[in-house]
């Protein structure tokens, strides 16, 4: 069975993946950038070797986008800290993470080699590294079987399998078995992730598998420890401000009539709008639409900063500045939840805010703990959106325990980092 897996995924499904992306070449510039960008990595990793001595330790992570690297930055800095000759090669997936990731905790940035068998074999072979890392859901089997056959161990961390998740179906799970089975160890997110996980391993690996967390709420609590420093006011002292972050098309047509209903409700109240891709047109198109309704508009950019006392409507045309906006409001929407998945609610949590979202969130543990915890709701509709903010904006006792327990899910959830390189290391 395990020949029959290598040969689907290698003669039929890897071919099928290749004509579809050929076709969407066409049509979506990322996907360009990220083929053209896959063209030039082992000119990037061979120039990168032929400066260092040959003598390094060197640890490979791959994380798919800006966002799964967030969950991969604290064990980059912690695996430094306790090896800090070691050096860091970190691979991406998709062009979003690869563009806008500019960090010295990475010693190499690489687009992630194609996924055929010898590609991606003789990328290993090239830098052999001591252990090759997975963070979250990215994974590759050709690079992890490659990996495997060159006694090269792979990790995974921050595992997480979504409740009725397709990878436990008979025929597919068959397939992950002799995925995952090839790893040398697995941290995931809960037990009930550990549990899902040995269901599929069948008890018949060898890998070592470890309920560790995730480590992503480190991250954001590290970058709100530098932060806070000036914001340790009560939510309830800053202006009255509606953070809508990562807005995607569909958050749009859903929300909007809400949002032009409290913007006319509350006289006071002004929002800070986010959309998911702020190309130009985007926020050309965002700017015109409030401003055609009557309200005073301002951008913030890296050339021009917005002036926090005076606009309704403040469009952001910037990415990786939202953690510290958070800080200027006093509840957040973030998009995502009605398209393709809710983006980070980690950032406005942390800022203390209470967080709304759509309904696409049963994968993402952190949106799961907020809503038990009283820090975040679910909407599916405009209508749910205008009344949660309503009650929120028209009683301080609703949105102060909110507020705390938002907060008090990253402060619960921290030390996973730590956990996970210790594991890298020792495992």
């Avoid at 360009?32 to 990595?41: E, I, K, P, V, Y």
């Avoid at 397709?166 to 597919?172: D, G, I, S, T």
């Avoid at 508009?297 to 939202?322: A, E, H, M, N, R």
Wanted: proline share 4%; net charge positive.
């Amino acid at each position: 069975m395990k020949y029959f897996w290598f040969f689907v995924y290698k003669i039929i499904l890897i071919p099928i993946v290749v004509v579809i992306g050929a076709i969407g070449l066409c049509f979506n510039k990322k996907l360009r950038d990220g083929l053209f960008g896959r063209f030039q990595t082992r000119k990037v990793l061979k120039n990168y070797l032929n400066e260092l001595n040959g003598d390094e330790i060197i640890y490979w992570f791959h994380a798919s986008s800006h966002g799964e690297f967030l969950q991969t930055k604290p064990v980059l800095l912690g695996l430094k800290e306790v090896e800090p000759h070691a050096k860091l090669i970190v691979s991406f997936f998709s062009p979003s993470g690869y563009q806008h990731v500019n960090d010295k905790s990475i010693d190499c940035k690489i687009y992630l080699p194609l996924d055929f068998y010898w590609t991606v074999k003789s990328a290993l072979r090239l830098v052999r590294p001591e252990k090759l890392i997975f963070a979250a859901y990215d994974i590759w089997p050709n690079l992890i079987w490659a990996a495997k056959e060159l006694g090269i161990p792979t990790v995974l961390f921050a595992a997480r399998f979504k409740k009725g998740t397709a990878k436990l179906l008979p025929v597919v799970r068959n397939f992950y078995h002799h995925v995952y089975k090839n790893f040398h160890s697995i941290y995931t997110i809960t037990k009930t992730d550990h549990n899902h996980l040995q269901l599929m391993l069948e008890n018949s690996s060898n890998t070592t598998v470890r309920v560790f967390g995730n480590p992503r709420y480190d991250h954001v609590k590290s970058t709100a420890d530098k932060f806070t420093t000036e914001h340790t006011k009560s939510v309830l002292s800053r202006k009255k401000r509606i953070i809508f972050a990562s807005i995607h098309d569909e958050d749009e047509r859903i929300i909007y009539e809400s949002v032009l209903r409290l913007l006319n409700d509350y006289e006071s109240l002004s929002i800070l709008w986010v959309p998911h891709e702020p190309i130009p047109s985007v926020i050309d198109a965002s700017v015109q639409r409030f401003e055609e309704l009557g309200f005073k508009v301002s951008i913030f950019s890296k050339q021009t900063p917005y002036d926090k006392d005076d606009p309704k409507v403040i469009v952001v045309d910037v990415v990786g500045v939202l953690s510290h906006l958070y800080w200027d409001g006093i509840i957040a929407y973030v998009g995502g939840g009605f398209s393709t998945g809710i983006h980070n609610v980690m950032e406005p949590a942390i800022a203390r805010l209470p967080i709304l979202f759509g309904p696409k969130y049963k994968n993402f543990h952190e949106a799961e703990e907020l809503i038990k915890s009283g820090g975040g709701w679910s909407i599916e509709n405009g209508e749910e959106l205008f009344d949660k903010i309503n009650i929120l904006l028209s009683d301080d006792s609703k949105i102060i325990p909110a507020s705390f327990a938002a907060t008090d899910v990253i402060h619960r959830n921290v030390g996973a980092a730590t956990r996970v390189v210790r594991g890298i290391i020792r495992d």
